[in-house]
């Protein structure tokens, strides 16, 4: 007779964003929980969820205080990772007060963590909470977080509910400040996606500025692997990690490289500087991620040249 075990119930916010999508994906390959997978699809698209019998996706807007709160009142969750968030450059300038308003989604889910006495809570944050910095790498406890834009200052508060939560309630927490994640399913609107699709197209592959700006780039399997590791192996409770990679390149090699991969006959167009929130120089210290993570992390060449093959 085989026995099946109860499942573990995990909620993922954001779901359907490339990040958020691509964990459910891999935690459903595992066979040991179920997925309720959250979004309301501002900008998270539908067809990147997971199917299948171990997980439900649910419309709703974490946002949503009445909404949210009614909906989860049939779950006890286990774990969760809050990845809801107005995410790029130009939208988060753009729309401030949405910014902000994720501020009411950090009530709503916390509230919940506290009601089904969730065993950790993930937090997805962010490296622009570093701002322009002032040394290389960006250290979790030594690099001061200095950026006032609101995207930025809104994660910090995120990671202020997680420190709050655990004192007055015993809520365990990982901070996840992710640096530039990619991949095949990324909104068109990040940079890699950007310049792989002007390149397919053959059109000039557009720069703000010179491109002398600095970057580091994280493959999707190394940042989803990493963070299931964290979940199944226990570790880095109640601490902060960079996630990414530390191998810097500018934007304009970005673009040479995207170019060659591509075998494009684009060009690069220099546009006006962005007036704010295009940082000039980014790299994490992963000494941390290194230290838990067993295997090499993907180089960027190889990393592009596995979304081309899915093109």
Known sequence: MIIEVAKKNILITGAAGFIGSSLATRLLELNEYFIVMVDNLSTGVQSNLPKGEHCLFINCDVNDTHLFSSLMNDFEFEYIFHYAAVVGVNRTIQNPKLVIDDIIGFQNVFSLAKKCKVKRVFLSSSSEIYGEPVHLPLNEYET??????????????????CRTYLQEYGIDYT???????????????????????????????TIYGDGSQ????????????????????????????????????????????IIELTGSKSTIK?????????????????????????????ELRAGISKILEQK
Do not use: W
């Open 144 to 161: 001061p977080l200095n950026s006032r834009l609101p995207y930025a200052v809104v994660k910090n508060v995120g990671e202020c509910f």
């Open 214 to 257: 600095t970057r580091t780039f994280c493959y999707i399997e190394d940042n989803v692997d990493f963070t299931v590791l964290l979940l199944q192996g226990n570790l880095l409770i109640n601490e902060v990690v960079n996630v990414g990679s530390d191998v810097i390149v500018t934007i304009k090699e970005l673009a040479e490289l």
């Open 270 to 298: 220099y546009q006006p500087p962005l007036k704010e929130g295009d940082m000039t120089r980014r790299q994490p210290d992963i000494s941390k991620m290194k230290a838990h993570f067993s295997r090499d992390l993907t």
């Open 175 to 205: 901070i996840l400040r992710f640096f530039n994640t990619y991949g095949a399913k990324q909104s068109p609107d990040f940079v890699i996606s950007k310049f792989i699709n002007q390149a397919i197209k053959g059109s000039p592959l």
